[in-house]
């Protein structure tokens, strides 16, 4: 009996390897005559053999970021308490006293980070806000040893981007923003940063997950990335393997403080508008619709009757704002805005942010199980743009208890002088008043809670306690499961939520 060493199979005899070898050539010279007649398969793509090159090219265009703050240090150890007349009491008095002097004067902290060079030119530098927030001196770090202090164009906190500018005294190495939106799950990326400050440092990994949302703001559509990304690799750029920046690393997820694999980066497509606008004006200006969303859930779904939950539900309306004018309404569903898709409630202020000021869009909405086409023309949103609450004009109290009706496990009664003084419920606000709420009940676990006002049953408008016992009972013999309601708070802002009809 033969070992075949390089198959690892057992043969018989000789005679039988000889006609097994035989077989497999007569088998692969066939495979390859018949593979002859097809177009050739592409191979397999790997990782880079190396990114030394790549990196090579980079590096001198990526800056360490260093500041410099004044803060006022606080005494961290109290004065014990002593009993009156203590003979330590003028020691300790004497002992803190001094402590609290030296420590409460202003000392100077460092900290470091990362940026890159968009404008080699103008001297243009890309960082993160937090990296230089607060800052009394920032200074940029280069790869060949210069050193040139910063002047900060313009920041913006809820995308966590900043713009410097330095005066160089000749062209700089800079880099261009990549298309982030073409990147793919599984693409490699180059990272390069000045992790705990050790100075220009490479790490190489893959695009981990698109559009992930970690509740840091407003508009959260960040690359998540498992190229190692450390304290000092803010504000540091994510390159594709053309050396094309395509994300701002910002962020990491880590209960040590180091890498784990969990980094996150700001998208290019994002950060370009936003950079745009702080070259230009020194600070963000973002398109605004005037209206209040909540997320679709599957129970809001199929309470308005949609195959599916997506888009963003309108809760309220400024009606002095761009969707007022236009005639949006609360309870319609926003899919599309100026002929992009909202598959959620958290793109569509990403969307009308970027909008251009002044705009004329389309925005397609589902009302009523209807689809609607309205014109909006896109405002400037300003950071006080909020509703005053409604005022409480007083109301003197009744003598007579209200009638009481059970819907739902709420306890529903007539939005009457009386029931507004008790809640202090605005004037503005019109509907029923829920009075109370079961223990236990399905209105419980949506938060409904007593003091609410149900404006609308399936967005339709009730008026009295009877008016919502009768509009349950329809859902209730249409099939429906849950009955959508738009309720208000006291103070009038309005929320949409999906009871569960219980049968009775």
Not at 17 to 40: C, F, I, R
Not at 140 to 156: E, P, V
Not at 367 to 380: A, C, F, I, N, W
Not at 420 to 430: H, L, N, T
């Amino acid at each position: 009996m033969a070992l075949n060493v390089r198959t690892g199979f057992m043969l018989r005899n000789s005679r039988a390897a000889v006609l097994a070898l035989a077989m497999g050539a007569s088998l692969a010279a066939g495979a390859h005559a018949q593979d002859a007649t097809k177009a050739p398969v592409s191979a397999p793509t790997y990782g880079p053999a190396s990114v030394a090159d790549l990196a090579e090219n980079l590096l001198d265009a990526v800056v360490n970021i260093s500041t410099t703050q004044t803060v006022a240090a606080r005494r961290s150890v109290p004065m014990p308490q002593l009993p009156e007349g203590s003979p330590f009491q003028e020691f300790f008095d004497e002992f803190f006293n001094r402590q609290n002097k030296d420590q409460d004067q202003p000392r100077r902290v460092q900290s470091l980070g990362s940026g890159f060079v968009i404008d080699g030119k103008k001297g243009i530098i890309i960082t993160n806000n937090h990296v230089i927030e607060g800052a009394d001196e920032i200074t940029a770090n280069f790869n060949d040893g210069t050193k040139l202090t910063t002047t900060l164009i313009g920041s913006d906190k809820k995308t966590d981007l900043a713009v410097l500018k330095v005066e160089p005294e000749k062209e700089l190495k800079s880099v261009s923003f990549g298309d982030s939106d073409k990147s793919r799950v599984g693409d490699w990326v180059m990272a390069i940063g000045n992790p705990f400050g050790l100075g220009g440092t490479v790490t190489v990994g893959i695009v981990s997950a698109r559009n992930r949302d970690i509740n840091s703001g407003p508009y959260d559509n960040f690359i998540q990335t498992d190229a190692a990304i450390n304290r000092g690799n803010s504000g540091g750029p994510l390159f594709d393997m053309h050396g094309n920046v395509i994300g701002i690393n910002t962020a990491i997820i880590s209960p040590s403080g180091g890498s784990i694999g969990i980094g996150f980066a700001i998208p290019s497509d994002t950060a370009q508008h936003v950079i745009e606008q702080l070259q230009e004006y020194g600070e963000t200006r973002r398109g605004w619709l005037g209206v209040r969303i909540q997320q679709v859930t599957d129970e809001i779904a199929e309470s308005l009757g949609m195959d599916r939950a997506h888009g963003a539900l309108v809760a309220g309306v400024d009606d002095a704002g761009p969707a007022g004018e236009a005639g949006i309404e609360p309870g319609d569903v926003i899919i599309t805005f100026d002929g992009k898709d909202v598959p959620e409630m958290r793109e569509l202020p990403r969307i009308v942010a970027d909008t251009k000021i002044g705009k004329e869009v389309d925005v397609v909405l589902l009302r009523k199980g209807e689809e609607k086409d309205v014109k909006v023309k896109v405002g400037l949103l300003k950071e006080s743009d909020e509703e005053a609450a409604s005022g409480d004009e007083g109301a003197e109290q009744g003598d007579v208890a209200p009638k009481m009706t059970s819907v739902l496990g709420m306890q529903l009664a007539a939005l009457d002088d009386a029931a507004r003084e008790k809640y202090k419920i605005g004037a503005d606000v019109k509907g029923v008043l829920v009075d109370g709420v079961e223990s236990g009940s399905a209105a419980e676990e949506k938060r409904v809670v007593a003091g609410d006002v149900i404006m609308e049953v399936a967005q339709e408008p009730v008026a009295s306690p009877e008016d919502v016992a009768a509009q349950i009972a329809k859902l209730k013999k249409e099939g429906r499961r849950t009955a959508l309601l738009l309720l208000s708070n006291p103070n009038g802002e309005l929320r949409f939520v999906a009871v569960r009809v219980e049968a009775k």
